[in-house]
C-alpha cells in the first residue's frame, strides 16, 4: 500500500509505502506513512505498532512472509 504525502515547505508531493498493523478479532488498527520500505523503516513501524498495541501478541504475521509465536 502507498499514499502520497505533500512536502509544506517545498510543494512537493512524494510516494510513500504505509505501514498497516491490525489486531483481526477487534478491528483495532495502527497505520504509519514511511518514507521508504527498508527493513529499520519497517521495524521501527513494528516496534511503533506494537508499543501503541500494549504490547506484544502471542503471535505476529508479517504477510505474506513470516510468521513468528511467542515462546
Not at 497505520?31 to 501478541?57: F, R
Amino acid at each position: 500500500m502507498s499514499c502520497s504525502i505533500l512536502n509544506a515547505l517545498t510543494g512537493e508531493v512524494v510516494k510513500c509505502p504505509v505501514f498497516v498493523a491490525v489486531l483481526p478479532f477487534s478491528g483495532y488498527a495502527y497505520v504509519e506513512a514511511l518514507s521508504d520500505a527498508k527493513l529499520p523503516q519497517v521495524v521501527s513501524a513494528l516496534n511503533h505498532a506494537l508499543a501503541y498495541m500494549g504490547g506484544v501478541g502471542s503471535r505476529i504475521q508479517l504477510w505474506p512472509f513470516i510468521t513468528l509465536n511467542h515462546c
